[in-house]
T-cell receptor, first 116, second 114 residues
Framework: DTGVSQDPRHKITKRGQNVTFRCDPI?????LYWYRQTLGQGPEFLTY????????KSRLLSDRFSAERPKGSFSTLEIQRTEQGDSAMYLC??????????????FGPGTRLTVL | AQTVTQSQPEMSVQEAETVTLSCTYD???????LFWYKQPPSRQMILVIR??????QNATENRFSVNFQKAAKSFSLKISDSQLGDTAMYFC???????????FGTGTLLAVQP
């Protein structure tokens, strides 16, 4: 399978704990995106990377959130001191930047986070 | 700021019939793209169909077609000959301007009944 993969698929944690999610994009894709989807809502943009550079961050990404893509391949999203409001599906997507006006984003299956 | 609105939280259709999902959006950009994504239960989101705003012709992909009304900022999805596998959450999304992110609506949950 050469699609976008995410790990873990489900995570249950207690409030105040730190959690880290991983995303492996499609291998030749140089752009990687993180979105958050809460119940009853569409996905909301969090951040994106062009290779290893983090080029844009949403205001949703508080200082408790940090994302990295150290070698321009896989990415991690860490949430420190989790809160119940962080409970959501965290989606990763990747695309290949060809300087076309739009390059299709391919989504992973998501990591569902539940904060107790 | 761009917004995408889907006013139908849930819809139901009988197998083999046709259903139309509605979407409106607001933008001041001239160049943008519109999309319909499908998110089946517990499965990843996939692109169903896309429309470039500069193209007047409505996009079609097999049983899926759109009605793009640029002046009205309306972008509806028509599913013909509905199949049980079409049961999913459908999201309308916008992309354009200087942004590199998709902006999604709240989704429409479509149930295809046998």
């Amino acid at each position: 399978d050469t699609g976008v993969s995410q790990d873990p698929r489900h995570k249950i944690t207690k409030r105040g704990q730190n959690v880290t999610f991983r995303c492996d994009p499609i291998s030749e894709h140089n752009r990687l995106y993180w979105y958050r989807q809460t119940l009853g809502q569409g996905p909301e943009f969090l951040t994106y990377f062009q290779n290893e550079a983090q080029l844009e961050k949403s205001r949703l990404l508080s200082d408790r959130f940090s994302a990295e893509r150290p070698k321009g391949s896989f990415s991690t999203l860490e949430i420190q001191r989790t809160e119940q409001g962080d409970s959501a599906m965290y989606l990763c997507a990747s695309s290949f930047d060809t300087y076309a006006r739009y390059n299709e984003q391919f989504f992973g299956p998501g990591t569902r986070l539940t904060v107790l | 700021a761009q917004t995408v609105t889907q006013s139908q939280p849930e819809m139901s259709v009988q197998e083999a019939e046709t259903v139309t999902l509605s979407c409106t959006y607001d933008t001041s950009e001239n160049n943008y793209y519109l999309f319909w994504y499908k998110q089946p239960p517990s499965r990843q989101m996939i692109l169903v169909i896309r429309q470039e705003a500069y193209k007047q012709q409505n996009a079609t992909e097999n049983r899926f077609s759109v009605n793009f009304q640029k002046a009205a900022k309306s972008f509806s999805l028509k599913i013909s000959d509905s199949q049980l596998g079409d049961t999913a959450m459908y999201f309308c999304a916008w992309y354009g301007g200087a942004t590199n992110k998709l902006i999604f609506g709240t989704g429409t949950l479509l149930a295809v009944q046998p």
